[in-house]
């Protein structure tokens, strides 16, 4: 997994993205499974539609989990051009 600094360990790497354990640590996160039992969607709900920086500072809870499962992928992320 990643280390104190972000870098990822190459022997931690993973040929697949494990996505089995995914939902129980969404329903861990207490932000994430209020707004979920509430009746509300997993996105926050000030979200909008867009895929900015600040939906993603709102939507962190659930995108933490996901994107440190792909930083310990060996497959490779395409690069985002801004």
Do not use: F, Q, Y
């Amino acid at each position: 997994m990643a280390n104190a600094k972000g870098k990822v360990h190459h022997s931690k790497l993973r040929s697949t993205l494990d996505l089995d354990t995914l939902p129980t640590e969404w329903d861990s996160d207490a932000t994430l499974r209020e707004r979920m039992r509430s009746g509300g969607t997993i996105l926050h709900p000030s979200s909008g539609g867009g895929e900015d920086i600040p939906t993603c500072v709102h939507n962190k809870e659930l995108l933490l989990p996901l994107l440190t499962r792909m930083a310990t992928s060996e497959k490779k992320v395409h690069a985002i051009n801004s």
